[in-house]
C-alpha cells in the first residue's frame, strides 16, 4: 500500500477571469500534518474546499488514496472536515451530533455506541454527551465537531481554520490537543490557518501561500530558518525577521556587509556565498535576521556594535528592544534580566551564521 496519502497535480482553479489557485503541486504521506498558510484572501481555504470536492477544479489532478477524484462527490472522498463554524446541529445531545453521520450511513448501533465512548474518552468529553450545543463553550463545542470526524474514520482530515473563534488562551490549549491527538492517532491532516504561531507548532510540513501561489513547501524549521524569499521570511514568525537593507562586497576573507546606522556605518563580516556575486562585486541587498540573532553579547560574540535603543518592551521570558539599522526599524531580543531604556546606547551581538540574503528586487533568496 502506498504511503502517499494526497497528491495535488498542476491545480488550477478561477472565478470567472479571477484565478484563486495557480498550478499547485502539493502531496502529504501517511500520518503528516500539512499545515496551510497565508494572508487573508491566499486560496488556502478554497484549496481545502478543492480536496474536499465543495469546490470544481478548473485544471489539474486531485488523488486521495491513489483515487483520481474528478467528479467524486465529497461524501465519497474518505474525507472528514472540522469547520471553523463547529456546524453542530443544535436540537441534539452532544452524543446524537457525534453519532449521526454513522447513523445515516447505515452503521449498527453496538458500532456507533463503541466509536462514540472511544472517540469521547480520547477527546475528553464523556460528562457533556447529553447537553446540547447552546450549553457548551466555544472548546468543548469544538471538541465536539473533532469527535464527529474522529468517528469516521477517515483516510484524511481537512480542518479549516478550527480554533480562529476561540480566545487566545483556549486556542494555545486547543492546538496542544490537536498536536497530542494527531500524535496518538498518527491521522493524516490537511490544516488551514492563518495564524503562523499555529502553522509552526501543528504542522511537519507547512505550505506557505500568498495569492493562489505556493511560496514554499518545507518543515517548520525549514520555514523560519531558511525562507525561500521575503514574503515567507516576513510572515513566519513573531516578531517577523528583520530585513534590512545593506551593501556587501566579496573579499577573499569574506563577505564585507555596509548598513547605515544613526551616526556612521555598521561594518560586518560574513563567510557565506551570495548567488552571483564575483569577487570584487558589490551589490545592494537585505538581510534577514530574525530577533534572537540580535542579542546580548558573550564571551564568544564575534560581531558586536553599538545600536542606540529606541523602544523597549519587556515580554517577560524575553525583552524586545527596537533600533534602527540601514534607516528601518530592527527588533533585537535580549535576556529578560537586561536593563535598558530608550535612548541609551547599547552594544548588540549579531550571529551572521543564520543570516539569510535577498534580492531588493525580486525578494528571492540569495544564499
Do not use: W
Request: one cysteine or more; hydrophobic letters at 40%.
Amino acid at each position: 500500500m502506498s504511503n502517499l496519502i494526497l497528491s495535488i497535480e498542476n491545480l488550477y482553479k478561477s472565478y470567472g477571469a479571477t484565478e484563486v489557485l495557480k498550478d499547485i503541486n502539493v502531496s502529504i504521506q501517511r500520518g503528516e500534518f500539512l499545515v496551510l498558510v497565508g494572508p487573508s484572501g491566499c486560496g488556502k481555504s478554497t484549496l481545502l474546499n478543492c480536496i474536499a470536492g465543495l469546490e470544481e477544479v478548473n485544471a489539474g489532478a486531485i488523488n486521495i488514496g491513489g483515487r483520481d477524484m474528478v467528479g467524486v462527490a465529497p461524501k465519497d472522498r474518505d474525507i472528514a472536515m472540522v469547520f471553523q463554524s463547529y456546524a453542530l446541529y443544535p436540537t441534539m445531545t452532544v452524543g446524537k451530533n457525534i453519532t449521526f453521520g454513522m447513523k445515516v450511513r447505515g452503521v449498527d448501533a453496538a458500532t456507533q455506541a463503541k466509536k462514540l465512548a472511544d472517540v469521547a474518552k480520547l477527546l475528553q468529553i464523556e460528562p457533556l454527551l447529553n447537553r446540547k450545543p447552546g450549553q457548551l463553550s466555544g472548546g468543548q463545542r469544538q471538541r465536539v465537531a473533532m469527535g464527529r470526524a474522529l468517528v469516521r474514520e477517515p483516510q484524511l482530515f481537512l480542518f479549516d481554520e478550527p480554533l480562529s473563534n476561540l480566545d487566545a488562551k483556549l486556542r494555545v490549549e486547543m492546538r496542544t490537543e490537536i498536536k497530542r491527538l494527531h500524535s496518538n492517532l498518527k491521522a493524516s491532516i490537511v490544516y488551514v490557518t492563518h495564524d503562523q504561531i499555529e502553522a509552526m507548532t501543528l504542522a511537519t510540513r507547512i505550505v506557505v501561500m500568498k495569492d493562489g501561489i505556493v511560496q514554499q513547501i518545507g518543515t517548520p524549521s525549514e520555514i523560519y530558518n531558511h525562507p525561500a524569499n521575503m514574503f515567507v521570511a516576513d510572515f513566519m514568525g513573531s516578531p517577523s525577521m528583520n530585513l534590512i537593507p545593506a551593501t556587501v562586497e566579496a573579499l577573499p576573507t569574506g563577505l564585507a556587509i555596509k548598513i547605515k546606522q544613526e551616526n556612521g556605518t555598521l561594518e560586518l563580516m560574513d563567510d557565506t556565498k551570495i548567488k552571483g556575486l564575483k569577487m570584487g562585486a558589490k551589490r545592494e541587498l537585505l538581510i534577514g535576521l530574525r530577533p534572537e540573532n540580535i542579542t546580548n553579547p558573550t564571551a564568544n560574540s564575534r560581531l558586536v556594535a553599538p545600536c542606540r535603543i529606541e523602544v523597549v518592551e519587556p515580554a517577560g521570558s524575553d525583552t524586545f528592544i527596537t533600533t534602527s539599522l540601514g534607516e528601518k526599524p530592527i527588533t533585537a531580543r535580549l535576556r529578560a534580566d537586561t536593563v535598558v531604556s530608550p535612548g541609551a546606547e547599547i552594544d548588540l551581538a549579531f550571529n551572521l551564521a543564520s543570516a539569510s540574503y535577498f534580492d531588493a528586487g525580486n525578494g528571492e533568496r540569495l544564499n
